[in-house]
């Protein structure tokens, strides 16, 4: 029974009135209610400052993104396996759990009313005057507070994962970039003979550096040094990142280790080489496609993890991570990883003939410009439970919606900006000619 509230103690304190576990529980429910409306709240609001205010996305680059990749994102560094994918494997366990457990509350719900019009009908006495109706509608209770516990579960994981894209991914997106940033200055006026010029000396470079490396028999690369451990080329990669972070500041600091994906050939299927988990601030890589796609990928997704989510962005941070390092491997993949995008857009600029008499490939550098290697590639076609053509146009599509509901009207061809972007830069550094370009 409860009881009055009464004035005692030395300086006339109250002793509330006592209340019922039905209260407390009352009380609890509304404060959870009112603390998930208010973080909704704070991040619809965040989302409507990211849209309004590039100043304000920029502040809150320089300023607030950082403390997150140095507290969240080094603890999650710490585990040795990629939590954000066994987060999505986690997620849809769940989700598959919801619709196994709204199944039978349907079958619950049908029972129910079943029961209820025999009632009526008078085929049954009373609500429990049998035996196994009792049983059974007190098992359909405990199914009910389950689902119930289910459905506040899922509506809390909802607003968690919300929260970490909106801080660690959305704001992002509304940015100035890195081109805006560090490459201001650049005329952004460019014609076929800067576009020539770019793309005869990234052809001549990869010419040349394919020729250097060491090859077994048939032309395979012989992996050696850094290139040959993964533990090893990820410090030649972070080391490239924070040495590119000495120019521009925003890329120096902690780097954790990237971490291969355990879904790589699901990921191979789709030609996805890496991917930037927000929800977890992770760097991930695809570990079974073609060693040098390697270290380009890693600087990729390294990129994204300092705040530069845009694809064209980190294609470009990626490049000249590697371009820069002293590691012959990362600087072949570094120009190996625009070879195809600016040779496309030269092709296309300057016509049949003008094209032919341009610096050819190499065909070696064709064979080592690739995703997959053929033993590779038909294992995971043996293996797979959908076809490739259909995974990777389903993420293809995907992968263009998500960009474009982000701001980045191009979709999926912004991944080609970059050849804009290395136009830009090396315009910046002054290098408008073939001669000029180091």
């Not at 209340?19 to 209610?33: F, L, N, Q, V």
């Amino acid at each position: 029974m409860a009881r009055k509230a009464v004035w005692g103690g030395r300086r006339g304190s109250c002793r509330e009135k006592e209340r019922g576990p039905g209260e407390k529980r009352d009380s609890r429910r509304k404060r959870r209610r009112v603390i998930y409306i208010s973080i909704w709240g704070i991040m619809l609001l965040l989302h409507v400052a990211a849209w309004s205010s590039k100043r304000f996305c920029d502040w809150y680059l320089a300023c607030i993104y950082g403390i997150w990749v140095n507290t969240y994102g080094r603890a999650m560094g710490m585990i040795p396996f990629s939590v954000g994918e066994a987060l999505i494997g986690l997620g849809a366990g769940f989700g598959a759990a919801g619709i196994l457990l709204g199944a039978v509350r349907l079958t619950d719900k049908a029972a129910e009313r079943y029961g209820r019009a025999a009632e009526r009908r008078g085929r049954v006495k009373t609500a429990y005057g049998n035996g196994w109706k009792r049983a059974y509608l007190t098992e359909a209770g405990r199914r009910k507070k389950l689902a119930g516990a289910y459905w506040a579960t899922a509506m809390w994981l909802l607003l968690g994962v919300f929260a970490l894209m909106t801080l660690n991914c959305y704001i992002l997106y509304h940015a100035s970039g890195f081109g805006e940033m560090y490459l201001g200055s650049a005329s952004g006026e460019y014609g076929l003979e800067e576009l020539e010029a770019l793309r005869n000396f990234v052809v001549e470079q990869c010419n040349a550096l394919c020729c250097q490396l060491p090859r077994e028999e048939g032309g395979v690369l012989s992996c050696q040094g850094n290139i040959g451990d993964m533990a090893d080329m990820a410090e030649t990669a972070k080391g490239a990142m924070r040495q590119l972070g000495r120019t521009y500041s925003l890329l120096d600091g902690f780097y954790p280790d990237p971490k291969p994906l355990r879904s790589s050939d699901f990921m191979s299927q789709q030609h996805v080489a890496g991917c930037f988990y927000p929800f977890s601030m992770e760097a991930n890589y695809n570990d079974v496609m073609y060693v040098m796609n390697l270290p380009s990928t890693l600087c990729h997704e390294l990129a994204h993890l300092k705040g530069f989510i845009r694809e064209d962005e980190a294609n470009l941070i990626g490049y000249l991570a590697c371009v820069q390092s002293e590691d012959i491997y990362f600087r072949y993949s570094g120009y190996l990883s625009v070879l195809y995008y600016i040779d496309n857009d030269y092709r296309e600029a300057a016509g049949y003939e003008r094209y032919l008499a341009a610096p050819g490939i190499l065909p070696q550098v064709h064979r080592d410009n690739i995703f997959l290697t053929p033993k590779e590639r038909d294992r995971i076609q043996e293996t797979a439970l959908l076809s490739t053509g259909t995974v990777d146009a389903v993420s293809d599509q995907v992968a263009d919606v998500r960009l474009k509901l982000n701001g980045v009207a191009e979709g999926m061809a912004s991944y080609s900006r970059v050849v804009e972007l290395l136009l830009r830069y090396y315009d910046v550094n002054g290098y408008v000619t073939v001669d000029k370009i180091p």
